[in-house]
């Protein structure tokens, strides 16, 4: 009975609740089948690892376009590096090869914040993304069991 996400865990779990036995005059109050209830809680506790692996997953990614990003611009600096050597043979061009150089490597640096900056807005994008499906996952969990645990309590007296 695999599942997909921790999202579809809880819709499960709640359908169980919405869909549990009234207890008369317990204003709300169900029973559940409690091997039901500890399987998905099982279930969730296998899915949890796994989105904190697609979570490694992304950060690797966005290491990665980090290093591709500054291998390019190490590429883009040498190919500005050879271009202005060749032009400063000339002494009218060793002036312009400067400038250009200069304004190459500015470039370069401001393309390589600019990717940083982007892969970084992304990467942080995705991880907010996972952290609030997370919260979201665990509040329903807590609010879960606090309602097992009420109507356990009730089910004693």
């Given at each position: 009975m695999a599942r997909?996400?921790?999202?579809?865990?809880l819709d499960e779990l709640e359908?169980?609740?919405?869909?549990?036995?009234?207890?008369p005059l317990s204003r709300g109050r169900a029973t559940l089948?409690?091997?039901d209830v500890r399987e998905i809680i099982g279930e969730i506790r296998y899915a949890l690892p796994q989105e904190c692996r697609e979570a490694r997953a992304i950060m690797a990614d966005r290491d990665q376009i980090l290093r591709e990003a500054r291998t390019?611009?190490?590429?883009?600096?040498?190919?500005a590096r050879e271009k202005a050597r060749i032009l400063a043979?000339?002494?009218e061009v060793m002036k312009l090869a400067r400038q250009q150089s200069s304004?190459?490597?500015?470039?370069?640096?401001?393309?390589?914040?600019?990717?940083?900056?982007?892969?970084?807005?992304?990467?942080?994008?995705l991880m907010k993304r996972t952290d609030e499906a997370l919260s979201r996952s665990l509040s329903e969990l807590r609010k879960t069991r606090q309602s097992l645990r009420a109507s356990q309590h009730t089910g004693k007296k």
């Open positions: 997909s996400t921790i999202e579809s865990l359908e169980m609740v919405d869909k549990g036995s009234r207890l089948y409690a091997e390019e611009a190490e590429g883009i600096v040498r190919a043979s000339q002494t304004e190459l490597a500015a470039q370069t640096q401001q393309k390589c914040r600019e990717m940083r900056r982007a892969s970084s807005d992304y990467i942080d994008d």
